[in-house]
């Protein structure tokens, strides 16, 4: 079974500052992972996800993250927020059954 | 496209009632999906579906029954609403095994339940 911890439940930044959410996850086989993005009083939207190859994955909006397999990591990241960033963001897990396992998702408010 | 949408958006019902959450995608996908979301825990599965007449049960799915006579059409059943389904409801579908794309889900807007 997969289980998936943000660090984090609030994250508060400027507008143009760089924003970090910490995502760590659990799996006993090699997982596929994704970062979905929700906006106010809609639903979830994938901003990147990792199946194989590369680690470092690039998403929409201008975001990224990077697999580290050793530190079970999948860290989402953006050089320069926008105000329009501001959302709740969720890291999941896949153990390649269909099923996805969410962590508890981290609100990011970009202020002005 | 329509893609995938949910019916209603917010519904208001009383404890004890039968409550039905419609969804529907326009996709075709295989694979659909009811989640819950609640504060401090994300989402969390309820049941899921891998084709039409074929369900099975996720984290959370004790009080929720589906049915999927249809591939586009996937509702959950709240059998006898009690105030711990006050939640946010979310359907999501992923593509057929084999494709590229499969592993990404698509959600619907989501259905707001209050279980007063």
């Known amino acids: 079974a997969q289980s998936v911890t943000q660090l984090g439940s609030h994250v508060s930044v400027s507008e143009g500052a760089l924003v970090l959410l910490r995502c760590n996850y659990s799996?006993?086989?090699?997982?596929?992972l994704f970062w979905y993005v929700q906006y106010p009083n809609q639903g979830l939207q994938l901003l990147l996800k990792?199946?194989?190859?590369?680690?470092l994955v690039k998403g929409i909006n201008g975001f990224e993250a990077e697999f580290n397999k050793s530190q079970t990591s999948f860290h989402l990241r953006k050089p320069s927020v926008h105000i329009s960033d501001t959302a709740e963001y969720f890291c999941a897990v896949s153990d390649n059954d269909y099923k996805l396992s969410f962590g508890a998702g981290t609100t990011v408010t970009v202020r002005a | 496209d329509a893609g995938i949408t949910q019916s209603p958006r917010y519904k208001i019902t009383e404890t004890g009632r039968q409550v039905t959450l419609m969804c529907h995608q326009t996709?075709?996908?295989?694979?659909m999906f009811w989640y819950r979301q609640d504060l401090g825990h994300g989402l969390r599965l309820i049941y899921y579906?891998?084709?039409?007449?074929?369900?099975d049960k996720g984290e959370v799915p004790d009080g929720y029954v589906v049915s999927r006579s249809k591939t586009e059409n996937f509702p959950l059943t709240l059998e006898s609403a009690t105030r711990s389904q006050t939640s946010v409801y979310f359907c999501?579908?992923?593509?057929?095994?084999?494709?590229?794309?499969?592993?990404?889900?698509?959600f619907g807007p989501g259905t707001r339940l209050t279980v007063l």
């Open positions: 799996s006993s086989v090699p997982p596929y």
């Open positions: 579906s891998a084709a039409a007449d074929i369900t």
């Open positions: 990792y199946t194989t190859g590369a680690t």
């Open positions: 996709w075709s996908h295989s694979y």
């Open positions: 999501a579908s992923s593509e057929s095994p084999g494709q590229q794309t499969r592993d990404t889900q698509y």
